[in-house]
């Protein structure tokens, strides 16, 4: 049923619960939303009266929240121990601190150090400035890209570690409307590599395309 080889992705000889399967490319959840409209007009920079860094800055500061929360709810089964490494699908994810330098750390210490690290970002007048008339510094669109790529790093591990408790949480849907919304995001103004986001392209591929008519859904969480 998988071909994938766990031996290359956990050099420790442990199995990640939730590598024999993806469970979240199965139909009963990928049809989970909890919106149904086109999400590249959700996307598109609205008017020529919006900057397109103002855009680029309010929008990655809602999906750093949206994702914080997202990984909140799962956290307390993302552990040192669950989770000895960053990993979703055959990747490791290795954080790399300010010198450069690659550093091994679990799955906690990783989206702990992304969470720091943004929110560092998103809260510096200087790189997010939100006072009216203040510009952009030139680092701005290469910090942007820093910061959904890490933001995707912990959608990820949240699919693939951590699909299984999202559904008893009933939360999947929040998670592929989130996963959708920022995978058309980060599309339309090239944020994040394609090479990077490959991994999970056969879900993108299915939670981006419109619902057919007669599986519309209807939100019953309220
Ligand atoms: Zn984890």
Redesign the pocket.
């Known amino acids: 049923m998988s071909i994938r080889r766990k031996s290359k992705t956990k050099p420790n000889g442990k199995k990640a619960p939730a590598e024999e399967k993806k469970h979240y490319m199965e139909p009963e959840y990928t049809k989970v939303r909890v919106m149904d409209f086109d999400l590249k007009d959700l996307v598109a920079l609205p008017t020529k009266e919006i900057d397109l860094n103002e855009w680029l800055a309010s929008n990655t500061t809602t999906f750093f929240n949206l994702i914080n929360l997202q990984y909140s709810t799962i956290s307390e ?2 552990t040192g121990d ?2 000895q490494a960053m990993t979703a699908c055959n990747t490791i994810y290795y954080w790399y601190d300010e010198r450069g330098k690659k550093t091994k750390c679990t ?2 210490q990783y989206v702990d150090l992304v969470m720091t690290f943004v929110q560092k970002l998103v809260t510096d007048e200087d790189i997010f400035p939100t006072k009216y008339g203040k510009d952009f510094p030139n680092s701005f669109e290469s910090l942007v890209k820093k910061v959904c790529r890490y933001l995707f790093h912990v959608l990820a ?1 949240i699919y693939w ?2 699909f299984k408790e999202t559904v008893a949480l009933e939360l999947q849907g929040h998670l592929n409307t989130l996963f959708a919304h920022f995978i058309v995001f980060v599309r339309e103004f090239n944020l994040v590599e394609p090479k990077e986001t490959c991994i999970m392209d056969d879900l993108s591929e299915v939670l981006c395309a419109p619902l057919p008519p007669h599986t519309h859904n209807h939100v019953t969480e309220r």
Request: aromatic fraction near 12%; hydrophobic fraction near 35%; charge should be neutral.
């Open positions: 089964f993302c669950t989770c799955a906690p591990h570690a951590h």
